[in-house]
């Protein structure tokens, strides 16, 4: 997603500045080609050294150097992060004030710009810092955070710089605005479900979820509306996605229908539990016989119930004879498209951050991906996704 993009990254004067240089790296790794430009309080906090080495690049922060080569930088632009941004910072901006390389920066460029506000609560809450923030915001600004966390003063609140991977989230949600399932809306589901034994217990499996927030993230790339039904998992919540909590499979079958009304695709990347004890404890069960045996009675089938006239898309995790149970899968649930990922051996895709699975279809296709990490493997399931609705509409 960012490989080849130019990110211009605005470093301003934040104790939260030296976060910026985890967030230029990792924007570095990603493949973006990264230009930064710091006000010169920022260099109070970080020296420009350790950007430079961080972006093999210039870092700019004289205003009065090549004034020109600066606008052609804001020319060039992908996207303009600004990361931290204080008041003052967002302040300037409001007000089209171009005091320093990162206000200048932002006046002259037409690329998207994200503002990332870092500041002590009550400078954040103050009704100065708002109206400016309301008046980046009607002028197509997006503004990520802040967040609840521990301030520079030591106390809690309002004001901390969110997350480099929120803020490396937004920065793909921007740049997929216009992408090619803009104006689709995706229903994802991800995560083992849990089926409550008693108030302390249930049945679940091993899934991690991670297939499932890759797709999620994957389609919010693609410029679509992501709804994201998803059982517990330890996974933060990716920017732009809406998160629809759920534990139990009929709490996603409901989820999963009522969403899927108005949507033109449906990832069912969830491992539902199959079975549920037949009933939930109000009390939490004693320990007392010398064994227990657990009643089960089966769960509703999400995909059976989620209706139809939008692309559906299910996965077969199977150990034992691959294709040819994820074919018949494919069949009788009424699919367009299953993915097949064996769970056995080295390559289980349980918790890990690859996957090497078989894209099936309807038309007796077989498409065997190499092993890649699951966010690739949403990207070719996407595709796929994306030609069947081009076909459809
Ligand atoms: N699925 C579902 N509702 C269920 C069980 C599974 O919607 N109650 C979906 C899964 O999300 C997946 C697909 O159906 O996309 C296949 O799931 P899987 O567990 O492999 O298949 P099952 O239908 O449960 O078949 P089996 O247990 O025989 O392997």
Redesign the pocket.
């Given at each position: 997603m960012l490989e080849g993009k130019v990110v211009v990254l605005g470093v301003t004067g934040s104790i939260a500045a030296f976060r910026a240089a985890e967030l230029a790296s990792k924007l570095v790794q990603a493949g973006a080609s990264v230009e930064v430009v710091m006000t010169p309080s920022a260099t109070e906090f970080v020296t420009p050294l350790t950007f430079r080495s961080l972006t093999q690049g210039n870092v700019i922060v004289d205003m009065f150097g090549g004034a020109l080569e600066h606008v052609e930088l804001a020319r060039r632009a992908d996207v303009v992060v600004v990361a931290p941004a204080t008041a003052t910072t967002i302040a300037r901006l409001a007000h089209g004030l171009a005091e320093d390389m990162v206000s200048v920066t932002v006046l002259a460029t037409r690329a998207p710009v994200l503002v990332c506000p870092a500041m002590d609560s009550q400078m954040f809450e103050n009704a100065a810092t708002q109206a400016n923030l309301e008046t980046l915001r009607q002028r197509g600004m997006t503004i990520v955070g802040p967040e609840v966390g521990r301030l520079a003063s030591g106390r809690m609140g309002l004001g901390r710089l969110s997350d480099v991977e929120t803020i490396l989230g937004a920065i793909c949600y921007v740049l997929g605005r216009g992408g090619d399932l803009a104006g689709r809306k995706v229903v994802v589901?991800a995560g083992g479900?849990r089926e409550p034994i008693d108030p302390v217990r249930y049945v679940s499996n091993y899934s991690s979820g991670k297939m499932g927030y890759a797709v999620a993230e994957a389609a919010r790339d693609r410029g679509a509306e992501v709804v994201l039904v998803s059982a517990p998992t330890a996974l933060p919540t990716p920017y732009g996605v809406r998160l629809e909590p759920v534990q139990r499979?009929a709490e996603?079958?409901d989820a999963?229908v009522r969403e899927c009304r108005d949507s033109q695709a449906l990832?069912?990347?969830?491992?539902?539990?199959?079975y549920q004890p037949s009933a939930t404890a109000e009390q939490k069960m004693k320990r007392r016989a010398k064994t227990l045996s657990l009643k089960l009675t089966?769960?509703?089938?999400?995909?059976?119930?989620?209706g139809k006239g939008f692309v559906r898309?299910?996965?077969?995790?199977?150990s034992e004879n691959l294709v040819a149970?994820?074919r018949r899968?494919l069949k009788?649930?009424g699919?367009d498209l299953?993915?097949a990922n064996d769970i056995t051996g080295p390559e289980s895709p349980f918790d890990s951050d690859t996957n090497r699975v078989v894209i099936l279809d309807r038309a007796g296709g077989e498409e065997r991906l190499p092993v890649m990490t699951k966010y690739e493997v949403a990207q070719r399931i996407l595709d796929r996704v994306v030609q069947l609705l081009a076909k459809g509409s």
């Open positions: 589901t479900t499979a996603m079958r999963v990832v069912m990347a969830a491992a539902v539990a199959d089966r769960t509703p089938d999400v995909l059976a119930e989620a898309v299910g996965f077969a995790a199977e149970n994820a899968k009788s649930k699919l299953i993915v």
